[in-house]
């Protein structure tokens, strides 16, 4: 009876997706009905740094929520009216957006400043947007320096999260130097060989 009742239910989704053309034509597969149930959606170019990056999954959500433009950083918390106060805690200087908290503030800036000298590139200062570009730019690439560069990303991204959490809840904040250890040892312990190379020239 239940077997039965998905039968019918599953003829009337098919009736709805207008699938009955493909059936004729005897064009039907499970993958061609799963993209048609998907529908059109936008395509975003960092697709890649959040779906194809060995880095934690706890570093790979928060840097999805950054992608996204959904942390909830003390801007948003602002403007909702659930805090009164949107100062960055970690420099207490400016409104703590995701720009502000993760490539503007001078602690986050160091940290980042400290993987690019790792991974031996040239230091540069870019706003969220760019940076965001550079990232997706390398999820891009199969060699094991543009892997590391996303896994560094995501890892740095989540290590600053915790530090401003830290910082908030009264936890222990870490300097710049033990930041930039941690997220070295974060990203080391999940190297492959070809990777792993890489951390340590
Ligand atoms: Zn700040």
């Not at 009736?15 to 529908?39: N, P, R």
């Not at 959500?61 to 970690?90: M, Y």
């Not at 000298?117 to 094991?144: F, P, Y």
Request: proline share 1%.
């Amino acid at each position: 009876m239940w077997s039965m009742k998905k039968i019918l239910e599953s003829r009337a989704i098919f009736q709805e997706l207008q699938i009955t053309s493909m059936l004729q034509q005897q064009e039907f597969s499970i993958k061609k009905v799963y993209k048609v149930m998907l529908g059109d959606h936008e395509h975003v170019h960092w697709k890649r740094v959040a779906c194809n990056n060995k880095a934690s999954p706890k570093a790979l959500f928060v840097t999805w929520l950054i992608l996204h433009g959904r942390l909830a950083t003390k801007d948003r918390l602002f403007t909702w009216g659930i805090t009164n106060d949107d100062h960055c805690p970690l420099c207490n200087e400016a409104s703590e957006s995701i720009s502000h908290l993760f490539f503007e503030c001078p602690f986050s800036r160091a940290s980042w400043n400290a993987c690019q000298q790792q991974l031996k590139e040239v230091v540069t200062v870019r706003a969220l947007t760019e940076e965001i570009n550079v990232v997706a730019l390398k999820s891009k690439r199969s060699g094991a320096k543009a892997q590391l560069y996303c896994m560094m990303f995501a890892e740095t991204m989540y290590q600053i999260w915790l530090q401003r959490n830290a910082k908030i809840f009264g936890g222990l904040m870490l300097d710049t130097v033990a930041n930039f250890r941690q997220i070295c040892f974060r990203v080391a312990s999940r190297c492959n060989e070809c990777t792993r190379k890489f951390m340590l020239w």
